[in-house]
């Protein structure tokens, strides 16, 4: 079993960071790919950005594309959010998640993810 803990959401002003963290426990950190979600009232669930255990190749929404930066420290079996220039639109609840390798397009999609963080609210206020 896999278990993921998301840390280090709050309130910000518009224009400010935070760091999102994601402690993964349980099966090799390694293997998987690793992937950020959000999730606004009362709107689906969508990708935020995800990085992949082979090659490291990284994706990212294009409403976030230069402003976050997703990494992961396999050593620590972390992955983390860099999340600059926060905007009000960028209210959510953000959740981690891990799952299958992938590429492309397989990358955006929740079903390639197989095991889910319980959330962590980011507030970005104007």
């Known amino acids: 079993q896999v278990q993921l803990v998301e840390s280090g959401g709050g309130l910000v002003q518009a224009g400010g960071s935070l760091r999102l963290s994601c402690a993964v426990s349980g099966r090799t950190f390694g293997s998987y790919t690793m992937g950020w979600f959000r999730q606004a009232p009362g709107k689906e669930r969508e990708f935020v950005a995800a990085?992949?255990?082979?090659?490291?190749?990284?994706y990212y929404a294009n409403s976030v594309k230069g402003r976050f930066t997703i990494s992961r420290d396999n050593a620590k079996n972390t992955v983390y959010l860099q999340m600059n220039s926060l905007q009000p639109e960028d209210t959510a609840v953000y959740y981690c998640a891990a799952g299958r390798d992938c590429s492309g397009l397989g990358c955006y999609v929740r079903r390639t993810y197989d095991y889910w963080g319980q959330g962590t609210q980011v507030t970005a206020s104007s």
């Open positions: 990085r992949t255990w082979s090659g490291g190749r990284t």
